[in-house]
């Protein structure tokens, strides 16, 4: 592994720790109110594949959608204060994967809900140290 990549996991690393995140997190979608949305959440069940991607707006530099991987479609964002977290960890345009862990509401309520679960991208290639075979390098 390169001195670069060594520095960059270090670091990495380091955010991680300060920022106290303990992955799996569990988090609730917010914007889920929308017609649209509201339709690809009762299309949606417990266990279907999520990506959370970092979408910077004028407004707002830390929006972080909700993207679901069946259903092409975005379900939500999250909330202000994980999304600034995310952002500090793992910097600008991240991805990572997740899942719906539950849906939630429904009758009696006017709205149906979700309940997430983000889990932790750069452990899934921790062990990874040279993606040329990849390329057909």
């Known amino acids: 592994m390169s001195i670069s990549a060594r520095l960059h996991n270090f670091f990495f690393k380091r955010r991680l720790k300060k920022s106290g995140l303990q992955f799996p997190l569990r988090r609730r ?17 417990a266990g279907d594949e999520l990506q959370f991607v970092h979408v910077p707006l004028k407004a707002y530099p830390h ?4 993207y679901s991987v069946s259903l092409n479609r975005v379900l939500g964002y ?29 009758e009696p309520y006017k ?11 750069k452990s899934m290639m921790s062990d990874v140290d040279d993606f040329a075979p990849l390329h057909g390098e």
Do not use: M, P, W
């Open 29 to 45: 979608l917010h914007g889920v109110k929308s017609v649209d949305r509201q339709g690809a959440l009762l299309q949606s069940k």
């Open 63 to 66: 929006n972080t959608y909700a």
């Open 78 to 106: 999250l909330d202000e204060d994980t999304a600034k977290t995310l952002l500090y960890v793992f910097g600008q345009g991240f991805c990572l994967d997740g899942e719906i862990k539950e849906l939630i509401g429904g």
């Open 111 to 121: 709205y149906v809900g979700c309940i997430v679960r983000i889990f932790d991208g």
